[in-house]
């Protein structure tokens, strides 16, 4: 009988141990995901921004577009950034947060004309 007390109270202590670092994991595996998708997010912007910029130059640019492009591109710009950085030096990401800097990256992104 005090053989089975102390196997039940060595499995209740490992149990107690190991919870908090499966639950670490856990947050570290959502943690990873986020900064591979602010990564992607900033490649994203980046070639988004460089194709907008192309498109200004454009002779042809529709002006109209040309002036929603630099304020849209500046809030995906302003969204992203501080997430960027956050990821870099490995501070936690809101999902709300990286959410929002795509959908505002999208938004910006629609503005592009395709030709």
């Known amino acids: 009988m005090k053989l089975s007390f102390l196997r039940y109270k060595a499995?209740?202590?490992?149990?107690?141990?190991l919870l908090p670092l499966a639950l670490t994991a856990c947050g570290t595996g959502q943690t990873v995901q986020r900064q591979q998708a602010v990564y992607g997010l900033s490649l994203s912007f980046a070639a988004a921004a460089q194709l907008a910029a192309a498109y200004e130059k454009n002779p042809?640019?529709?002006?109209?577009?040309?002036a929603k492009l630099k304020p849209a591109f500046q809030k995906a710009y302003e969204q992203i950034k501080p997430l960027d950085e956050a990821a870099r030096k490995g501070d936690p990401l809101g999902e709300a947060a990286v959410e929002a800097a795509q959908d505002a990256l999208n938004a910006a992104r629609t503005l592009v004309p395709a030709s």
Do not use: E
């Open 60 to 66: 042809a640019a529709d002006p109209a577009v040309v």
């Open 11 to 17: 499995a209740t202590l490992t149990l107690a141990l």
